[in-house]
């Protein structure tokens, strides 16, 4: 058969056409094979793995996080560190350990944390809270190892609720917030449980407290710890900016 200079023409426009079809097709395969639809349709936006949040997009977090537990925290915040920074050094006894323990994990502890006499929990407490300022991973290790039932992140709430301007509260969903957010890493299961140990805490502490010394006035490490916590609980999504009043 023979083609004149049209009919070539147009054999390899048809051709390529169906080349870039085919190319467009595979990248889109590609694409969608790597991109999660509830990504795509969750009411919220996704920061995943951005290291460079705004101040307005912290703000949001921190908000959402107050909404729901914001009542409850500055009324126990008021009287346990109230009677803990009464003492000169600061300590805590018994009840408080408990009340800390219980604000953390519920009652499923209890029944390890009243294994510590009180005599222990002074003696513990006082030396782990001397040094927290100078040495966040000996006074943590000296909680952990000392006080039965007593993991980081509890001690992380003990040295809250004792210098609550300058340390954060560690658990699952800020830690793996962090790990996304701070270090740039893609997390697969956001529920997965906090496996570190004081040194693991004194780099998310580190981070809380530059983070919140970079968004100015008004912030501490908790704050900073409120929006990774609601992020992570909310598997890497933030509200939009446009709810921010």
């Avoid at 694409?31 to 460079?52: A, C, G, Q, T």
Wanted: hydrophobic share 35%.
């Amino acid at each position: 058969m023979i083609v004149d200079g049209s009919g070539a023409a147009r054999i390899w426009t048809g051709v390529t056409e169906m080349y870039l079809f085919s190319f467009n097709k595979s990248f889109l395969t590609f694409l969608i094979k790597r991109i999660h639809v509830s990504e795509i349709l969750n009411p919220y936006s996704d920061v995943f793995n951005d290291m460079r949040l705004t101040k307005q997009q912290y703000t949001v977090l921190k908000e959402e996080f107050d909404d729901d537990y914001l009542p409850f925290d500055h009324g126990f915040l008021k009287i346990v560190t109230r009677k803990i920074r009464a003492r000169n050094p600061p300590y805590l006894e018994s009840r408080e350990l408990w009340q800390i323990d219980a604000w953390k994990n519920g009652s499923r502890n209890y029944h390890r944390i009243e294994n510590n006499n009180d005599k222990d929990v002074e003696r513990v407490t006082r030396q782990a809270l001397s040094i927290a300022n100078k040495d966040v991973k000996k006074s943590i290790s000296i909680l952990v190892d000392e006080l039965e039932g007593v993991g980081i992140p509890v001690a992380s709430a003990i040295l809250y609720f004792t210098f609550p301007d300058k340390f954060a509260v560690i658990d699952r969903y800020a830690w793996n917030a962090y790990r996304a957010i701070g270090k740039g890493e893609r997390i697969v299961d956001w529920t997965k449980t906090f496996t570190g140990g004081p040194k693991e805490y004194e780099e998310f502490c580190t981070f809380c407290r530059d983070k919140a010394g970079q968004l100015g006035a008004g912030w501490t490490p908790r704050d900073v710890e409120k929006a990774l916590f609601f992020y992570g609980e909310n598997k890497g999504k933030i509200p939009s900016a446009s709810r921010v009043p």
